[in-house]
T-cell receptor, first 112, second 112 residues
Framework: GENVEQHPSTLSVQEGDSAVIKCTYS??????FPWYKQELGKRPQLIID?????GEKKDQRIAVTLNKTAKHFSLHITETQPEDSAVYFC???????????FGGGTRLMVKP | EAQVTQNPRYLITVTGKKLTVTCSQN?????MSWYRQDPGLGLRQIYY???????DKGDVPEGYKVSRKEKRNFPLILESPSPNQTSLYFC???????????FGPGTRLTVT
C-alpha cells in the first residue's frame, strides 16, 4: 500500500516568516495529494489539494508543489499569522484510487 | 446545514464491552470512512465504504467492524474493545476518495 512520510514533525516560525512542510510518498501511481489543517480540538479541514497533472497550485498565502519524479510534495505558507498555528497533514491516494493515506502530521507554531 | 455527525463524542468503557460509534451525513455522499488519530501517527484509515453495502478494509481494520445499510449512516463497531483501541476516532464523508473529505467532530474513546 501507499506510504506517506511527513517532515518536520514540529515547526516553529516567527509571524511573517514562511513555513514549508514536506511529504514523500511511495506509490508512483498516486495522483491526488490533499493537505488538511487541524486546529486544536477541532476536526481536520481541507486547505488545498493538487492533482498529478499540475506541478503547483496557489491559494492566497498557501501553495503546494508536486514533484512526481522524486515522489514528493510540499506545502508553503507565506506571511504566516498566529491563526496558522495548527497541525497540518499531507495525504496521498492509493493506486486503486480507493483510500487516502495520511502523513504523521506537522505541528506548526507561529510566534507573534 | 451540511454536516457529518458522530455519537457519542466521548466514551469511557471497559475491555470487552461491545460498543458502537454512529456516523451520519446529510450530503448524499457515496464515500464514507473511519479514521483513528494517535499522536505521531497521523490519521490512519480503519474502513471505508464506496457505497451502500460496499465496505473494505483500510490500513488498521483489526478489532473493528462496519456496516453500510443506508447511504447516510456508517457505524463503527468494536465487538470486544481493548486498551490499544483507546484513540480519537473520526468519521468522514465525500463524493469519493479523491475529493474533499468532510470530517465529523470526532469521538474520544478510552478503553480501560
Amino acid at each position: 500500500g501507499e506510504n506517506v512520510e511527513q517532515h518536520p514533525s514540529t515547526l516553529s516560525v516567527q509571524e511573517g516568516d514562511s513555513a514549508v512542510i514536506k511529504c514523500t510518498y511511495s506509490d508512483s501511481a498516486s495522483n491526488y495529494f490533499p493537505w488538511y489543517k487541524q486546529e486544536l480540538g477541532k476536526r481536520p479541514q481541507l486547505i488545498i489539494d493538487i492533482r498529478s497533472n499540475v506541478g503547483e497550485k496557489k491559494d492566497q498565502r498557501i501553495a503546494v508543489t508536486l514533484n512526481k519524479t522524486a515522489k514528493h510534495f510540499s506545502l508553503h505558507i507565506t506571511e504566516t499569522q498566529p491563526e496558522d498555528s495548527a497541525v497540518y497533514f499531507c495525504a496521498a491516494i492509493d493506486n486503486a484510487g480507493n483510500m487516502l493515506t495520511f502523513g504523521g502530521g506537522t505541528r506548526l507554531m507561529v510566534k507573534p | 446545514e451540511a454536516q457529518v455527525t458522530q455519537n457519542p463524542r466521548y466514551l469511557i468503557t471497559v475491555t470487552g464491552k461491545k460498543l458502537t460509534v454512529t456516523c451520519s451525513q446529510n450530503m448524499n455522499h457515496e464515500y464514507m470512512s473511519w479514521y483513528r488519530q494517535d499522536p505521531g501517527l497521523g490519521l490512519r484509515q480503519i474502513y471505508y465504504s464506496m457505497n451502500v453495502e460496499v465496505t473494505d478494509k483500510g490500513d488498521v481494520p483489526e478489532g473493528y467492524k462496519v456496516s453500510r445499510k443506508e447511504k447516510r449512516n456508517f457505524p463503527l463497531i468494536l465487538e470486544s474493545p481493548s486498551p490499544n483501541q483507546t484513540s480519537l476516532y473520526f468519521c468522514a464523508s465525500s463524493g469519493g476518495p479523491s475529493y474533499e473529505q468532510y470530517f465529523g467532530p470526532g469521538t474520544r474513546l478510552t478503553v480501560t
